[in-house]
Nanobody, 128 residues
Framework: QVQLVESGGELVQAGGSLRLSCAVS????????MGWFRQTPGKEREFVAA????????EYVDSVKGRFTISREYAKNTVYLQMISLKPEDTAVYYC?????????????????????WGQGTQVTVSS
């Protein structure tokens, strides 16, 4: 029912900026909580950022707080991750996720099991 298509991953220098996009098709985007996760080889997938269905609440992992911003544009059915002051440690495959289950929750969701659909991932590489 729901498909997520990510874009924007690139090779950038340390200290640079990048914006990732995730376009959502199917269902009703305005009712979905959305999240971003990332994964490097041999490591568990890590929560990065989340936004609730109304856009009124956000949450971030401590390592990116103050550098990354999650937002959503309802008219385009798209969620964004704006990243600034990038570090080599930010290198990973970034995944977006949608929570579509009902009843809806007004809270923020940071666990993989809280989400129902996932994008294919986009590679972000930060060079030193």
């Amino acid at each position: 029912q729901v498909q997520l298509v990510e874009s924007g991953g690139e090779l950038v220098q340390a200290g640079g900026s990048l914006r990732l996009s995730c376009a959502v098709s199917g269902g009703t985007f305005s009712t979905y909580a959305m999240g971003w996760f990332r994964q490097t080889p041999g490591k568990e997938r890590e929560f990065v950022a989340a936004i609730n269905y109304s856009g009124g609440s956000t949450e971030y992992v401590d390592s990116v707080k103050g550098r990354f911003t999650i937002s959503r544009e309802y008219a385009k059915n798209t969620v964004y991750l704006q990243m600034i002051s990038l570090k080599p440690e930010d290198t990973a495959v970034y995944y977006c996720a949608a929570r579509t289950r009902t009843p809806r929750s007004r809270g923020i969701h940071t666990a993989q099991v809280d989400y129902d659909y996932w994008g294919q991932g986009t590679q972000v590489t930060v060079s030193s």
